[in-house]
DNA sequence: CCAGTAACTATGAAATTAATGAGTAACTCA
DNA sequence: TGAGTTACTCATTAATTTCATAGTTACTGG
């Protein structure tokens, strides 16, 4: 059964706010679905190149719980859920951007950074073109 | 001895800029240390509470390594190391002030989350006023 | 009738991160 | 002489996060 940090109500916003999209994957997650709109649990686990069940599964309770991903179910079969960002999901968005704004200014110069694992950087750092 | 994570020079930007101020301890010191400008690291260990030497230590090398964090010795006996933020370190506040904001639109109603062991709210939230 | 599919759950191992407690050099002050 | 100070390091343990693998239900297509 998935048990909710409840400490994570009383910290302070930018440990609220880290929580919600810090980690190895959330991010990630986030930026996939902001780029494919709307997509099944199997798709989305193709999208995350190396990512098991069980990550997958449990980040997105997480980012349910969260208010950041809705998750829609079918009564088919075989079973179809799929999963798209709420309106506080987009909201991330805008400091995402920043971030890979901010990164891009001090590390672009130095490396390669865009790796074929990482979608999200294809479409992060493209669409922040101001 | 400290060694650098070299695979985060091929990571993407976002997961570089989370790399950086993201984890328990990191943006609890950059938050310290604008407000604070300078401390030395006794007393940077008597603002935040509970952090251990081990852990101090070796998060303020990270932060020194990622130049956000500049160290500057002075040879005193007894030993004194005053720690301040670099311009690149200043330049993240910016972004730590709008997660900040983020998360106060949509936590703030209904919880309490300054409680006392987090300086960097009473300093980030009252700051980005607009 | 057996393999395949979808969307998971359960379990244990591995890896990473954080905490604990002690120790160190070179002094100063009582 | 002996405790206190500073800025750490080191070794070990604990806690948290992630990975790997297998199993489940209720079907469908061959």
């Known amino acids: 059964m998935y048990k909710p940090k409840l ?9 609220y706010g880290l929580d919600i999209f810090g980690g190895k994957w959330k991010s990630r997650i986030i930026c996939v679905l902001a780029e ?6 199997s798709s989305l686990r ?3 190149t190396n990512i098991t069940d069980a990550v997958l599964a449990t980040t997105l309770k997480e980012l349910i719980a969260d208010g950041i991903v809705q998750r829609q179910q079918f009564d088919e ?3 179809k859920v ?6 506080k999901g987009r909201s991330v968005l805008p400091i995402l951007q920043s971030i890979c704004r901010w990164s891009g200014a001090y590390h672009r110069e130095n490396s390669e950074y865009i790796h074929s694992q ?8 493209e669409n922040s073109s101001d």
């Open 82 to 87: 799929e999963y798209c960002l709420t309106d």
């Open 118 to 125: 990482c979608q999200k950087c294809d479409y992060k750092c």
């Open 36 to 41: 494919k709109k709307v997509l099944r649990y």
């Open 77 to 79: 079969i075989p079973p």
């Open 46 to 48: 193709k999208e995350m």
């Open 7 to 15: 400490e994570k109500d009383i910290r302070c916003p930018l440990e």
